[in-house]
């Protein structure tokens, strides 16, 4: 099993950075394929990053593609998402997730908490 914990949300402004950190606990954190969805309100969870164990394969939809970047430490347990030139329109609560995967999974096991990013303008 995974636990997952988000952090590095809050509030920022139109056009800025920020990096989002998913800390996982939990035995071979190595053999867990990672993701990042988020979840605005009243809307479905989307996908925006997701990435091979080694990191080697990379998935990002066309919504964040090149603004979004998704990065994993596996000595630290740790996965990370920097965003780039945020807009209101990212606002929404983010979401690490896993499982325990060779491949790219299609579905997901383990979840975060979550943590809210809220952009203003």
């Known amino acids: 099993q995974l636990q997952l914990r988000e952090s590095g949300g809050g509030l920022v402004r139109v056009g800025d950075s920020r990096t989002l950190s998913c800390a996982a606990s939990?035995?071979?954190?190595?053999?867990?394929?990672m993701a990042w969805f988020r979840q605005a309100a009243g809307e479905a969870r989307t996908l925006l990053a997701a990435m091979s164990l080694r990191g080697g394969n990379q998935i990002y939809p066309d919504s964040v593609k090149g603004r979004f970047t998704m990065s994993r430490d596996n000595a630290r347990n740790m996965a990370y998402l920097k965003m780039n030139n945020l807009t209101p329109e990212d606002t929404a609560v983010y979401y690490c997730a896993a499982r325990e995967s060779e491949d790219m999974p299609t579905s997901y096991d383990y979840w975060g908490q979550g943590t809210q990013v809220t952009v203003s303008s």
């Open positions: 939990g035995r071979f954190y190595y053999r867990y394929a």
